[in-house]
């Protein structure tokens, strides 16, 4: 990878990409300390570090959502609108066809998310506004709002309505920025910003212990260098593991006839078939994450202290919770295969161009074939996103409590997913700019 990365900055224009998404990055981690003005945020991260699962949100977020800036929604808003407007395309017919529509189809549906977006930020907006800014004594500097309307706190209203539009607009701006990453930069840029967050969460807390070892704002703790090593150690392994099987695929032969054009003969040629073993690399697990979240989310917002509160955290804390994780999880990966690869379509081009499978007869028998394999393959993906969801928190809480932080969830494979993904973009331009052509 660092290698890629040192010839992409000999190219000026994957330079000048390369340069412009570190810039957006940058303008994403400023806006995720911009404070809003009338919140004090102490209270604010009081209130959220009292909370283990909005504590657990706020680590995804790079620490805004504890700290009450600007970017405390985070990508949340347009990942969970994802969801709902794909699942809404394989229901209404109207969205399906629109999907199917080439680039300007896409492109509806792209805009369509950004309106379920903008409506899911002011809903979880509100419930913020609800929860911290109205419930915490404190949380809200009532000065700069005013006294009392019509007999009631108007620094309540004012807040409310204030803070609604701020943080609906930081929403916006992140989707924004993720668009133009995308857009002039390398890479996806709503991974990015996901990717980006984590980082910084996760090396905050490794900082954190390095402190504590050398005894900086404490007292020293010589013990904690052996937390730090298993840590590092353990992290290893697990970043070789989820290479290896991100790498992966099976290659399935096809053998093309030979054809005899005139004076010509044309094909006999072998080609392959690749299919990833993790075809659909981390969406499943992002997007089940996100989705099992929302109960939470809705909860810890609205409700706080009630017994549903109580109910949803011994469901996220006993056996119930990796059972619907991993059905969650299951099902988004077979979601995303059938998305991806369409064995019927891949029959027919390989019929329509004389090809077959050794074995395997042309037409119907070649597309039951491939749905077969493909099956397989996303059934041992999935395992592997599952297996991945929950070792690292089991084997992190024998290290150290501390460390856990996002990686006892999707940490680690959203981490190196996105990274390998990087790369692949910089590989692939840099193959674009080299590729001299056939006139050369």
């Known amino acids: 990878m660092f290698e890629t990365l040192i010839n992409a900055f000999k190219v000026k224009e994957i330079r000048r990409k390369i340069w412009m998404t570190l810039l957006l990055l940058l303008v994403f981690r400023i806006g995720c300390y911009i404070?809003?003005?009338?919140?004090?945020?102490?209270?604010?991260?009081?209130?959220?570090?009292?909370?283990?699962?909005?504590?657990?949100?706020?680590s995804i977020t790079g620490g805004s959502l504890a700290n009450g800036t600007l970017f405390a929604l985070g990508i949340g808003p347009y990942i969970n609108a994802s969801i709902i407007v794909q699942l809404l395309c394989f229901g209404i017919p109207a969205l399906e066809r629109l999907s199917k529509e080439g680039e300007d189809g896409r492109r509806k549906i792209s805009q369509i998310t950004r309106y379920v977006a903008i409506a899911l930020s002011?809903?979880?907006?509100?419930?913020?506004?609800?929860?911290?800014?109205?419930?915490?004594?404190?949380?809200?500097?009532?000065?700069?709002?005013?006294?009392?309307?019509?007999?009631?706190?108007?620094?309540?209203w004012i807040a409310g309505v204030y803070m609604t539009i701020v943080y609906t607009a930081g929403a916006c701006l992140v989707m924004?920025?993720?668009?133009?990453?995308?857009?002039?930069?390398?890479?996806?840029?709503?991974?990015?910003?996901?990717?980006?967050?984590?980082?910084?969460?996760?090396?905050?807390?490794?900082?954190?212990?390095?402190?504590?070892?050398?005894?900086?704002?404490?007292?020293?703790?010589?013990?904690?260098?052996?937390?730090?090593?298993?840590?590092?150690?353990?992290?290893?392994?697990?970043?070789?593991?989820?290479?290896?099987?991100?790498?992966?695929?099976?290659?399935?032969?096809?053998?093309?006839?030979?054809?005899?054009?005139?004076?010509?003969m044309y094909g006999g040629q072998r080609s392959e078939i690749p299919m990833r073993i993790a075809a659909s690399g981390v969406m499943p697990l992002i997007f089940a994450f996100a989705l099992i979240s929302v109960p939470g989310l809705i909860i810890s917002i609205f409700f706080p202290g009630s017994e549903a509160d109580e109910g949803w955290t011994?469901?996220?804390?006993?056996?119930?919770?990796?059972?619907?994780?991993?059905?969650?999880?299951?099902?988004?990966?077979?979601?995303?295969?059938?998305?991806?690869?369409?064995?019927?379509?891949?029959?027919?081009?390989?019929?329509?161009?004389?090809?077959?499978?050794?074995?395997?007869?042309?037409?119907?028998p070649t597309a039951d074939y491939l749905k077969k394999i493909s099956g397989r393959i996303t059934l041992f993906g999935a395992i592997y996103l599952s297996l991945i969801a929950f070792i690292p928190s089991i084997v992190f809480s024998f290290v150290s409590l501390d460390l856990v932080n996002v990686f006892s969830t999707t940490g680690i494979l959203i981490v190196v997913s996105v990274a390998m993904e990087f790369d692949k973009q910089l590989q692939s331009q840099l193959m674009m700019k080299n590729y001299k052509g056939f006139l050369k």
């Open 122 to 156: 002011i809903i979880q907006a509100v419930g913020i506004i609800v929860n911290f800014a109205v419930n915490q004594d404190g949380a809200i500097d009532t000065p700069i709002f005013g006294s009392t309307v019509w007999g009631v706190t108007a620094a309540n």
């Open 314 to 364: 011994w469901f996220t804390t006993n056996w119930p919770y990796p059972i619907v994780l991993c059905i969650l999880i299951f099902f988004f990966a077979f979601f995303y295969s059938q998305m991806q690869f369409r064995p019927d379509d891949v029959a027919k081009s390989i019929q329509q161009n004389g090809g077959f499978i050794q074995g395997i007869r042309p037409g119907r």
């Open 35 to 58: 404070p809003v003005p009338g919140l004090n945020s102490s209270v604010f991260g009081d209130a959220i570090e009292n909370n283990q699962f909005l504590d657990l949100m706020s």
């Open 176 to 264: 924004w920025l993720g668009d133009r990453i995308t857009e002039y930069g390398v890479g996806n840029g709503m991974s990015l910003i996901i990717f980006i967050g984590i980082i910084s969460t996760a090396g905050l807390s490794i900082l954190d212990k390095f402190a504590e070892v050398f005894g900086i704002g404490t007292s020293a703790n010589i013990g904690a260098i052996w937390e730090i090593i298993g840590f590092v150690a353990i992290t290893i392994v697990l970043f070789t593991a989820i290479v290896t099987v991100d790498l992966a695929e099976r290659k399935i032969p096809v053998q093309y006839a030979k054809q005899v054009k005139g004076r010509k």
